[in-house]
């Protein structure tokens, strides 16, 4: 079997795949349909532009509908950081400005239009001889390859600001789908770039063997990556936990703030009364504890309270509530009254919700892991 057969086979699982997956996010019910729908198009998207695999070896489309086939990946890129803010913002819409995301369709079309579309079939397939040596096809890539690297520069700085909102305003962080995403970006860059080189060699190379082998290691790429996508939404459905929009950067809310500026006196007060009720309250105790949350239990609007601890104490919320939870597992494991109660029951009963953010947190703190620090304290002890 050569390697041109063996990738119209691979592409057909594909294929099958894309489709299936499409129609699953299409019908499923969930609260973030605008994501999974976004998720949806990208798949048909990504099918129908590497389908030529499959089918070129048994009809021959004309000219125009590969082209158009061909130029559909432009949209991969605008869905996939579109498919990012649904995920990230629970109340995300559609508005008219995201019509400016079809300008990287648009552009590759109005590349080709003097020369391709606006002229007759015969002199369209003149001109896809020699396709590659053509000025519009260079000119394509390099635009094409540069509105993707903006593209992925945009998503990693959307989910810089997200990182930094889910630890200024969650005691919680694990429960959110920054990680999914995070690597979904990061697969995505790293497939971008293998195509691109591919791209690049069908300009510069001369070996069709070679070209044939990219193709061949592009397309399981492909598979590895979609199955990956299938077996994540197999085994997390509910992945998915969003933010607001309304959700500011504490920078953003000190650039806003009509906050009067406090004196240290009265500053120095509010920090301590803040100590106080942590330590006599204990809401850190509450696994699902939000910046909100507090402040309302508190008794301080959640801006000034998110200022007062981001800022002023400059810690983030989420490293506050967890110097806390540390804190209260370190008592709980010292204490020689409860030998009995397990390290998950430990890390549970002080707030947290997973056992690798938790252990993870306690080394950072104490150097070991709970285990370790039980052990040295018992043997301490005796």
Known sequence: MDKLTIVGTITLVILFFSVLLSFFLLTVKTKNKIGNRLLAIYFIVFALHISVFFYSRYIELPTVIEMLRDQIIDLSSPLLFLYLLANIYSDFKFRFIHLLHLLPLLIGILIFAPRFYGVSESERVLFTENFNSKIEVKISYAIGTCITFFYLILMFIELKKYKKLLIENYANTSSFNYKWLYQLTLVVSCIFAFSQFKQLYKFIGSDVDTLNLMRLLLILVLLGFLFWIVLKSMYHPELFKAIDTKHLLVTEELNKTDLVTKTDTNLNLQIQELKDFMKEKEPFLDASLTI????????????????????????????????????????????????????????????????????????KHTGLTPTEYRIKHCNKTN
């Open 292 to 363: 909100q949350k507090l402040a309302h239990q508190f008794g301080m609007p959640s801006r000034e309270l998110s200022i007062l601890i981001n800022h002023h104490l400059n810690q983030h919320f989420f490293d506050f509530i967890t110097t806390y939870r540390i804190k209260k597992a370190i008592s709980l494991l010292e204490d020689p009254f409860n030998k009995k109660l397990t390290v998950l029951e430990i890390l549970y009963d002080v707030g947290f919700n997973s056992k690798s953010p938790f252990n993870k947190a306690f080394k």
